[in-house]
């Protein structure tokens, strides 16, 4: 099995901060990114979140949050993660593939054993470049090559990996671990989140685009 982290990109600036932080620093952080996504760490809580700016602007605004408040306490930690999980660095990338598709995870924060954030697996961006990669396009069989293209452009990224894995022990794509991703964000009508595409199937009116991670 070859493990997420060949599949992921490794780039990214990580901002460690810890999350007891009042609401008003953190609103000022939000600010000070936007419009582009950051990978934050909390490395107290061993917690990660690949953060929309927007969604701490329009929460906070919205609902009035207490700038005084620590953010641990306002349960803004949550609504950050939503969409997202973190597996760990050696995790078979078919297996995190197929939870992703299976709880419409759109972004994978990789880590080591201590937790710490080493990769970005963004499924909606992998399929979309893998068939593109140079060993899928000019190292493979044209079998290979015609598996993944069927199987990314239906959807099955989790299929289409597996494949992959039943040739090679090992993945490493410039195009996948040093290039910036790049996920789709819907503003959600105001509940701004990620999703595989645009326009989102939950708001298809509401806008829609990619999105920079700020990168090393």
Not at 82 to 104: F, K, N, R, Y
Request: net charge negative; with cysteine; proline share 7%.
């Amino acid at each position: 099995m070859i493990p997420i982290i060949d599949f992921s990109w490794r780039e990214f600036k990580l901002f460690q901060q810890s999350l007891d932080v009042s609401v008003q620093e953190f609103y000022g952080l939000a600010h000070s990114h936007n419009p582009n996504l950051f990978l934050l760490h909390d490395p107290d809580r061993r917690l990660s979140a690949l953060v929309i700016p927007d969604l701490v602007i329009q929460t906070v605004e919205r609902f009035d949050l207490p700038f005084e408040a620590p953010v641990v306490a306002t349960g803004l930690p949550d609504l950050l993660r939503q969409g997202q999980m973190t597996v760990h660095v050696g995790l078979p990338a078919s297996l995190v593939t197929l939870l992703a598709g299976a709880h419409e995870i759109e972004s994978v924060v990789v880590a080591d054993d201590s937790a710490f954030p080493i990769g970005l697996f963004i499924p909606s961006v992998v399929a979309e470049r893998l068939p593109e990669t140079y060993r899928i396009q000019g190292e493979s069989s044209e079998t290979l090559q015609r598996t993944v293209r069927r199987l990314t452009a239906t959807g099955n990224l989790a299929g289409a990996i597996a494949a992959i894995e039943g040739a090679y022990d090992d993945f490493h794509s410039e195009r996948l671990n040093q290039i910036g991703a790049d996920p789709y964000v819907c503003d959600g009508n105001g509940k701004p989140h990620y999703w595989r595409r645009c326009p989102c199937k939950w708001h298809p009116s509401a806008s829609c685009g990619r999105r920079t991670i700020s990168r090393a």
